[in-house]
């Protein structure tokens, strides 16, 4: 069975300061793991991913994941928040056996403050 | 550059009326997904293809629901009869393979059933 935790349903941060939204999964085999954004009216959009090569991930506009196993955790991260990263953010897990699972998390809102 | 693409982007409905929705993916994806997202959460899969076959559709509420890629190609997903609780937005979404690979989603069609 898998499962994903996303652990903050809305996190606010000032322009400018580091952002951190946190994600926790459970899987039975080993994981691919998603971030994926949804800006408002907008379709979801890639962030990043993490198909066990290199376990921090750098994807676009800034952001990186790193991906710890012992910790079971897939936090997401950006050093500098800007007003354009105000979205929802969703964690996911996705196992390749012989039966495909794809799962989202309930979603993280950021919000900017200027 | 290519999009995945959904009709209609709204619907409303009464209850018990059937509706149908259509996606048509990136050209050569021969992966399709469809997932329901109910506001302020986050999408859940309903049915997955490879090519024409159902790979997942153990969310799919079978016996209301129902999808097809009968060429592999284009899809649609029906409801009937809808239920005030189908109200939700339906995304379809596309990938060149399964598990890992990146999916690229649609707009969306926002359904409101009264």
């Known amino acids: 069975a898998q499962s994903v935790t996303q652990l903050d349903s809305h996190v606010s941060v000032s322009e400018g300061t580091p952002v951190l939204l946190r994600c926790n999964y459970s899987?039975?085999?080993?994981?691919?793991l998603f971030w994926y954004v949804q800006h408002p009216n907008k379709g979801l959009q890639l962030l990043l991913k993490?198909?066990?090569?290199?376990?921090l991930v750098k994807g676009i506009n800034g952001f990186e994941a790193e991906f710890k196993k012992s910790e079971t955790s897939f936090h997401l991260t950006k050093p500098s928040a800007h007003m354009s990263d105000a979205a929802e953010y969703f964690c996911?897990?996705?196992?390749?056996?012989?039966?495909?699972?794809?799962?989202f998390g309930s979603g993280t809102r950021l919000s900017i403050r200027p | 550059e290519a999009e995945v693409a959904q009709s209609p982007r709204y619907k409303i409905t009464e209850k018990s009326q059937a509706v149908a929705f259509w996606c048509d993916p990136i050209?050569?994806?021969?992966?399709l997904y469809w997932y329901r997202q109910i506001l302020g959460q986050g999408p859940e899969l309903l049915v997955q293809?490879?090519?024409?076959?159902?790979?997942?559709d153990s969310q799919l509420p079978k016996d209301r629901f129902s999808a097809e890629r009968l060429k592999g190609v284009d899809s649609t997903l029906k409801i009937q009869p809808a239920e005030l609780g189908d109200s939700a937005m339906y995304l379809c979404?596309?990938?060149?393979?399964?598990?890992?690979?990146?999916?690229?989603f649609g707009p969306g069609t926002r359904l409101t059933v009264l």
């Open positions: 993490y198909t066990s090569a290199a376990t």
């Open positions: 899987s039975s085999y080993s994981p691919s």
């Open positions: 050209s050569g994806h021969a992966t």
């Open positions: 979404a596309s990938s060149l393979g399964g598990g890992a690979d990146t999916q690229y």
């Open positions: 293809f490879q090519d024409e076959s159902v790979v997942d």
């Open positions: 996911v897990v996705s196992t390749y056996s012989s039966a495909s699972k794809i799962i």
